[in-house]
């Protein structure tokens, strides 16, 4: 008894010393991410970053790995799970091998605008989805901003048949590949770093992306034509280990929740500005036909793709799907 009481207190000593912020060694939170800094969740991270080290001096220490530099796509969520990092912030579109709930984001022409987006999101819904993957020790501390998709292309896509036998990079997404599908073009999953190179390379014509990645992987030096069609949505989950997040002291714990509160804020904001401005660095680059659609061209690319709705809707949820719907007339 004695022999374990002493025991006891001698690794209490040993957490409480290890607990003194000047002695202890920092808690490291590795980011890997997959885009460039200047984007949203590059910012996003960075802004993360600088927010911990303010607050959080010699108690946690954040590195960010920008440009798949450590992990790339495939790869991320492994070594997430594997402890190699602590946060990273993958597409929704990239969540399917883990719940199928979240591919509702993928489904063509589901919402109209980012405002829609954030409803649903902030939903209980959507904040639900955040942590539908704890059981896979995945746990979700928000949502985050990049924009709404547009088509790119070899050749300028104005309706459905022009897409037509093309070949598309897609992200590793069963619904993003049905979209494709749909308007009989050829989807082909590839990770992000390679697709610049893909499509200069014509292993793909073309692509789908917010005008943020396109500017900031140079894809409009090899995509001849733009349609900016808004037809899908490419956002982010910012998932942590939840077992890490779980084992960290609950002050420092509390305090990173807040950090995120504000990150995602300031990331949801910047968002809308980045993409704004990356699309008139895109226009005034000319290198790139920018598309306009008419009504009529953007109503013949809904009710090509929207039968894909259909296709996903046991595995969604109805209900979801309609949770979503909603979220455009409010
Ligand atoms: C993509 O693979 O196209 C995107 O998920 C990249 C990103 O993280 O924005």
Redesign the pocket.
Known sequence: MFKFTAKALACALSLGIAGMAQAADPIVIKFS???AEH?P?GQGALFFKKLVEERLPGQVKVEVYPNSSLFG?GKEMEALLLGDVQLI???L??FEQYTKQVQIFDLPFLFDDLKAVDRFQQSPEGQKLLTSMEDKNITGLGYWH?GMKQLSANKALREPKDARGLKF?V??SAVLEEQFKAVRANPRKM??AE?YQGLQTGVVNG????W??IYSQKMYEVQPYITESNHGL?D?MLITNTQFWDGLPADVRSELEQILVETTAEVNKLANELNESDKQRIIDAKTSEIIQLTPEQRGMWRDAMKPVWKMFEDDIGADLIKAAEASNKQ
């Open positions: 991410h997959v885009v984007t969740k796509d912030a993958p597409s579109a990239k990049n990079r992200q590793a990770s992000f697709v692509a789908e992306n917010p943020s990645n490419l982010y």
